[in-house]
């Protein structure tokens, strides 16, 4: 447990991630010029695995924004200002809270209306 520990508090192989993300990232945009291709059209080309790295990209892209720009609010909020750190933790926990309901509730709509709700990607 303790090497466990170790390993996931060490500064290198959370660069190590990094370095694999970026390159990840650089990777998709550097073979696919136009964007990112839409995995659902039907004259896409795409294996499973293509597709999925595609998927996980953009949540990784769109994760990491979310929590770029939280740190960059709550950066700020240290000595008389820290007692402003619980509003903005429970702001980000109901923004969380509002978009899994709202992904329930489009998944729900699109079944109803015959589609096919679990096609629906983030």
């Known amino acids: 447990m303790g090497r466990l520990r170790r390993l996931l508090g060490s500064k290198y192989l959370w660069v190590a991630l990094l370095v694999a993300a970026v390159g990840a990232l650089v990777w998709q945009a550097i073979v696919a ?32 924004e979310a929590v770029l720009v939280l740190a960059a609010v709550t950066a700020s909020f240290t000595g008389a200002r820290g007692s402003l750190r ?23 709509v699109i079944g109803a209306l015959g589609g096919p709700g679990l096609d629906v990607q983030a």
Do not use: Q
Not at 36 to 50: E, F, I, Q, R, W
């Open 33 to 64: 010029p136009a964007g990112v291709t839409d995995p659902t059209a039907t004259n896409a080309k795409l294996s499973h695995g293509a597709v999925v790295l595609d998927s996980g990209l953009l949540v990784f892209r769109e994760g990491l």
């Open 86 to 108: 619980r509003p903005v933790a429970v702001g980000s926990a109901v923004a969380l809270a509002a978009s899994i309901g709202t992904w329930f509730l489009a998944i729900a």
